[in-house]
């Protein structure tokens, strides 16, 4: 077998240079995130921007200081014990690269980083091949292997100082992929690996950036916007163009029918959700509708769990389901996919219809002995996992394309093939697709280039697809949770960020909530997170569907035909199919970061968003319904019949960019109203003030912060929005003064703008109004002068609506 010695970075195409003495004078990094100044005592020059650690210390922007064989920041120690062989590359203000050499080639390295210990951390990492899931600890031996982020927050010296935060991200060096683990000495390794064992290196070294901030929010996002630029490879979620279903309610079929989805089952569930006042909008018509075939189901014989996933797609039309042969003699032309398309877009007023495939086509990838695929030439291929991914938790689906191997589509034919099936399913009248089981390629990667450059060019070529035959950037990534994909992300707005929803299974619903949140700190930044789809009728239903409203993300169900609970859906959904999504993905608030909300026992699930003008928190008792995978500490609550009940504290300051993005200058650092969605009660609370909430197992509450801001006349005033919906303030598009002209003549007004009707208007109004017009309409409304809370009914058919307050 050939070897390929791979040239990983600019640095590795010239030889090392030892023995180099002190440098004097400071150099200026060229990086175009900053020209800075770097001051050195002692270290081994390798390149124009790269240092080889040695003894004493390199000193980065006066924060980042590496010195005795210990990183620090500010007096904090990072990192220590860091071996002689690790590099550092000084990257913009606070920020650097680290990686190491070896004396070795080889296509895959463990290199030790340095001691971590004593110290409060939060890894993110694929406990299987698709999926992440966060973990927290104290110590490098608590950092799983696969780990993709690692944030510690870095404690001050001096009592009564915030804390800080270091980011550690794992990143693409060339051809190598990098992820973190721990070891039992409680050291931080790297693994860099390309996929292909003919493609090997010595080196890797700018194997994982590192940044320090005093927000971690911020920290995120400014890692990722250097990333960005660094890279080239991939773009931040603020840049990218949002589909337009996100902003309205859908359907998706797999938990409904599985596999056996069909026309009139769609039909059904179409109509029962429509009739019963929450109409969708969106449909996704998951697996099933495809041309396969499966030699391992055989017909007449007993379904094999697993067999499933050796099918392979025979040909990129819809398969008999989805088709009427016609007859002739009666007039009856034949129908397909575009005939039942256009028919539920037409009954049922859909706006976006998706379909689901697989990166290869299917699970099973394509078959490469029917008529038709040659085109493509697929080459079965047996899927090989990294020794990462084993470590870890096997997962099933991939255990048997192990079995039955993939159909792998030759990478020159890649682009071919999606611009075939893209302009296909448009000319089916189809929107957009779902495209599912993208980590595949890591396993298929020997002899094809290695796992980050045959990921690229798919990724590439998917992008170039949508963007060529659908308007709207019309694609929902899945099982496509690595870095690998993540950094080759340019167009790709919306990804799945957890494990499946599974409703039969009733120790993973609030794990599922818990992994979408953290998740998202990573995510978050490149996509919209998109948390999948769950049942309305279940016990977690409310659970899931407060979650969604505070997410950020597309909501869609997945129910049975008249298997509804319209009460959840009710306040998630307005009548005319819009959902109220809030700004940015949910995130845990910043005293959740380090805790454990699924089996420590003691702390709530805060999530924490905004809207125009106001914010969302949701809180969630995670503890004693299931346990985190691959960790050994289970939930000592698990499995208990009793409530395992909880107490915690809220603020206002939980909000990250409440102040500078909502309150803006009117509010001047006053209070908060904020409004309680389980007692409908509306409170005001400075910033920092705090209440206590005590929720059950699997019971959540939502709360909108409203700031209070100063008019006209002293007029104290704060919107809720829709106190009916969990997402009140979403509903709220603008607020303004206003002149209005009376029989008294003019006097001032607020107003406010804002969406959805039959519902009821809520806000914190200081004094009461003297007359309340609802589009133009002078209309009855309710007060309260204890807590100042202002009620007004919506009519029925107001999609959108303004009123007016006149003190």
Known sequence: MSMQVLMLSPAARKPLQHNVSILSSSRALSSSCLKQKIYSHAYTL???????????????????????????????????GIPDNVVVTPWCNSSFFLGATSTQSTSRHVFKLGLIQDVRLLCLFRFKIWWVIPRVGKSASDIPVETQMLLLESTSQEDGEEPNYIVFLPVLDGDLRSSLQGNSSNELEVCVETGDPS???????????????????????????????????????????????????????????????SPPGIRDGLKSLSEGGTPPRFLLIDDGWQSTSNEYQKEGEPFVEGTQFGGRLVSIEENNKFRKPGNEAQGNPPSGLKDFVLEIKKSYGLKYVYVWHALMGYWGGLNPSVPGTEKYNPKLTIPVQSPGNLANKRDGSMDSMESYGVG?????????????????????NVDGVKVDVQNILETVATGLGGRVALTRHFQQALEMS????????????????????????????????????????????????????????????????????????????????????????GVYVSDKPGQHDFTVLKKLVLPDGAVLRARYPGRPTRDCLFSDPVTDGTSLLKIWNLNKHTGVIGIFNCQGAGSWPCLDRTNTAEGETGSYELSGQVS???IEYLEEEVSGKSWRGGDYAVFSFNSGSLSQLSKRDTFAITLKKLECNVFTVSPIKMYKQNVKLAPIGLINMYNSGGAVEAVEVVEVEGSAGSSSGIKIKGKGASGCFGAFSDPRPKLCLVNSTQQNFEYNTEDHFFRVAIPSDANSWEIILCY
């Open 46 to 80: 390798q390149s124009r921007k790269t240092w080889k650690y040695s003894v004493k210390s390199v000193l980065v922007d006066t924060k980042p200081v590496v010195k005795d064989g210990v990183l620090s920041f500010n007096g904090n120690n990072a990192l220590t």
């Open 199 to 261: 493609m090997v290196a010595s080196e890797s070294l700018k194997a994982v950036f590192v940044n320090y901030g005093s927000n971690p929010f911020d920290l995120m996002k400014e890692s990722m916007k250097i990333l960005v630029e660094y890279l080239g490879t991939f773009t931040v979620r603020e840049s990218k163009q949002l589909p337009g279903m996100l902003d309205w309610f859908g359907w998706c079929t797999w938990d409904a029918f599985y596999h056996a989805v």
């Open 408 to 428: 792998v589509i030759d990478p020159s034919k890649i682009v071919e093939f999606y611009d075939d099936l893209h302009s296909y399913l448009v000319s089916q």
């Open 466 to 553: 949508i963007a060529k035959n659908f308007q709207d950037n019309s694609i929902i990534c899945c099982m496509g949770q690595s870095t690998d994909s993540m950094y080759h992300s340019k167009r790709s707005a919306i990804t799945r960020v957890s494990d499946d929803y599974y409703p039969k299974n009733p120790t993973t619903q609030t794990l599922h909530i818990a992994a979408v949140a953290y998740n998202s700190i990573l995510f978050g930044e490149v996509v919209v997170p998109d948390w999948d789809m769950f049942y309305s009728k279940h016990e977690a239903a409310e659970f899931h569907a407060v979650a969604r409203a505070v997410g950020g993300c």
């Open 652 to 654: 206002p300051s939980d």
